[in-house]
C-alpha cells in the first residue's frame, strides 16, 4: 500500500519463508476478491498458510464434520487433532455450531496442518481398550450379575414364563 512496504508487511515477510510467500502470491493471483485490489497483510499471510488440501488432508469443512461424529469414519488427521486439543475437543462436539467451527478449525490448523507442513507425519493413534477405572469381569462378578438378576426377575415377574 505504497512506494515502500510498511512495517507489517517486513514483519509478514520476516516470518515467512520463500515458499509459503510464492503459495501466497500465487492464491492471491487467482483469486478474484484480489484483482483489483490486495490483500491486507492478515489476509495475505492466510493466503500463505497450507491449506490441508495441500497436503493429502481431509478439508476443512469435511474434517469438522469428522470430528463432531456426522461420518462414521474419521481420518487420522481428525482423531489426532481430536486428541491434542485434550478437553477442548468437548466444544467442538457440544457447543453451537457457530463456537464449535471456529474451535476446530484452529486446532486443525495447528495440529494437523501445520504439523505436516513442517514436515512431520501424523502418528497412528491406539485405541485403548481397557480402562484404567475398570477391571475385567471375574467369573465371580458374573455369578453375581446372574444372581442379581434372578431376583429382580422373580421380584417382578419372569417375562420369559409369561410367555411360555
Partial sequence: MGDLPNNEWRGLFSRLSRIEIERGYKRMKTDDRFADWPPTVIRFENLCKPRAEDLDLPDTDTAYQMAIGNHFQKHKAVAWTLKSMGSAA?????????????????????????????????????????????????????????????????MFGNKNEDIK
Fill in 90 to 154: 468437548w466444544n467442538v462436539k457440544n457447543s453451537v455450531e457457530k463456537i464449535s467451527r471456529g474451535v476446530w478449525n484452529n486446532a486443525y490448523q495447528k495440529y494437523a496442518i501445520d504439523w505436516m507442513a513442517d514436515g512431520n507425519i501424523i502418528p497412528e493413534i491406539r485405541r485403548e481398550t481397557s480402562s484404567e477405572f475398570r477391571r475385567d469381569k471375574t467369573q465371580a462378578d458374573w455369578d453375581a450379575h446372574s444372581k442379581f438378576m434372578d431376583e429382580m426377575s422373580s
